[in-house]
């Protein structure tokens, strides 16, 4: 299986989502925090973005290239890419229009707005990461803040000039789809209507989104009113219909990766949401201090906790469970200090 490494709310991701989950392609998202992406989206084989897909040929660190992978692995009459050369060609700049305007402008314009909403934002944004990531963020969002600020070159007035450019691609896609045309390159679903899709979340919050997103009714009024204008848009229209009527669709898979096709990307979808879901609830809940010490057990850590955990006991009369919270809480506080001072660090070197 094919391992994804996302942001959750990133709607770049949510775009390889889509496209994996549509070819009906099983994989295992990794969910990450802003700032801590950065590491495994590297130790996954990318760079320095998410999404990142670890395939048994590579790793694949762009959304665009993710969305091809998994189109070549679905029969030709079903491919979000047509055959025909010159017609690639045009889905293939709608696709990269998208990618570099509407997708950084409409992401930048929803960050400064909910990073206004810490409460809101961790709520939302935190869905289904490691609970010490989400605890970091919390701990450190001061320091976050500053460098989401400085990653996304946030300045006085850009709001204005990224809603203006947001609202020029939507009458773009408007003036396409005005001659009566069923999707943006003719009658046919394609590569270019789900990236300007997923693109327009950032503005369209669409209800069918890959994670949950805050809708209107908990929005702030200007962020509320913000939206309804995106839903109320002939493009914004567009997206939400499309997200309603292909977000769920899928197609044969020709060349399964890893074992053939079946409806598991399907499971695996519903899957992540509803422990998305119990996730985010219990992250809500204060945790006890034997919770808060196991989460940082994961992986090698575990079994070094498990080690320890008997001989230290039988000499401190400690239960197991008590041991085996304080080493989680030794390697948590570790960790922690390594992502306040990565943060730091980023910070400078963004001076500099």
Known sequence: MVRL??????H???KARWALERARIPYREERHVQAIHRIAARRAGGGATVPVLVTPDGALSESEEIIVWADQRTPQESRLFPAAPSERAEVERLCRRFDTGLG???RRLMYIHMLAQPKLMLRFNNQGVPPWEGLALRVGWPLAVRWARRELAIRPGIEAEDEAAVWREFDFVAELLADGRKHLCGERFGAADLTFAA???SVVVPPGYGVALPQPAVLPAHTAALVA???EHPAGRYALATFVERRRETVACREPP???ASSAPDRVGRSERASSKAKQERDRRRMKATELGQTALVGWREKAAAGVARPVSERTGLADEQVRALVGALFFALALY????TL????????A
């Open 5 to 10: 490494v996302t942001i959750p709310i990133s």
């Open 104 to 106: 950084r402008t409409g």
């Open 199 to 201: 693109l327009s979340a």
């Open 12 to 14: 770049y991701c949510e």
């Open 229 to 231: 204008r995106a839903r």
């Open 338 to 341: 390594y992502v306040i001072g």
């Open 344 to 351: 730091r660090r980023a910070l400078t070197a963004t001076r």
């Open 258 to 260: 890893g074992g053939s």
